[in-house]
């Protein structure tokens, strides 16, 4: 599904992304900020197990409050900067990603995202059940830099922006299996060691390196 403010009059961009982007899909609340008019643009995709998003706006901080937690689902976010500066604060934390960068975060506490200079993202949502299964202990690295020269955050970068931005993925086996592969990337980007980490290993990165052997 792609959404854009492009086609709204300037005047009702921000009313209009907030009571549908911010208020029914995301449950937050959006503060432009700036003398940039605001605007917005995003690519999202569900697979079972696995929602992805992919975008650019102007400068504009996006708060999960603590009125927003009663209809919070309990996931783990990763969002990675592909273009301008971002700033993300959780748990009294405060992690700065430059692009190539990413930081994780959790949707059931209150949390702010900034993105500036014409910010580009990529953001991951992965129940944390899910994710615990396969890596128990990734919740170490929650709202700190992630560095881009890490091997499996660059893949699963590349494989995800893959992913959003081609066209309908009719078949219920092929979804299963890229939202698999992409659990498994994101454990190897949050974890090291464990046997289950190991086992992703083994998927995950295979599976990323495939459209650059076919480039």
């Known amino acids: 599904m792609h959404l854009s403010t492009m086609s709204v009059p300037p005047r009702d961009r921000l009313g209009t992304?907030?009571?549908?982007?911010?208020?029914?899909?995301?449950?937050?609340?959006?503060?432009?900020?700036?003398?940039?008019?605001?605007?917005?643009?995003?690519?999202?995709?569900?697979?079972?197990?696995?929602?992805?998003?992919?975008?650019?706006?102007?400068?504009?901080?996006?708060?999960?409050?603590?009125?927003?937690?009663?209809?919070?689902?309990?996931?783990?976010?990763?969002?990675?900067?592909?273009?301008?500066?971002?700033r993300s604060v959780q748990r009294n934390r405060e992690a700065?990603?430059?692009?190539?960068?990413?930081?994780m975060m959790l949707t059931s506490e209150p949390a702010i995202h900034t993105l500036v200079d014409s910010g580009r993202y990529l953001s991951l949502y992965v129940p944390r059940a899910a994710l615990a299964s396969i890596a128990p202990g990734f919740d170490r690295p929650l709202v700190s830099s992630i560095d881009a020269g890490r091997e499996a955050l660059r893949l699963l970068i590349g494989y995800a922006c893959m992913i959003n931005n081609a066209g309908a993925l009719a078949s219920p086996e092929l979804q299963l299996g890229l939202a698999a592969h992409i659990q498994d990337l994101l454990a190897l980007t949050l974890a090291d060691n464990g046997e289950a980490v190991e086992i992703a290993r083994g998927r995950g990165l295979r599976a990323a390196r495939l459209p650059q052997f076919r480039r």
């Open 17 to 86: 992304w907030l009571e549908f982007y911010g208020h029914k899909l995301f449950n937050l609340e959006i503060e432009p900020f700036g003398d940039e008019p605001f605007r917005a643009d995003v690519t999202l995709r569900s697979l079972p197990g696995v929602s992805l998003s992919t975008g650019a706006r102007s400068n504009a901080h996006y708060r999960i409050r603590q009125q927003h937690l009663k209809n919070a689902g309990d996931m783990v976010m990763l969002v990675a900067v592909l273009a301008g500066r971002g």
């Open 96 to 103: 700065l990603t430059l692009p190539g960068q990413a930081v």
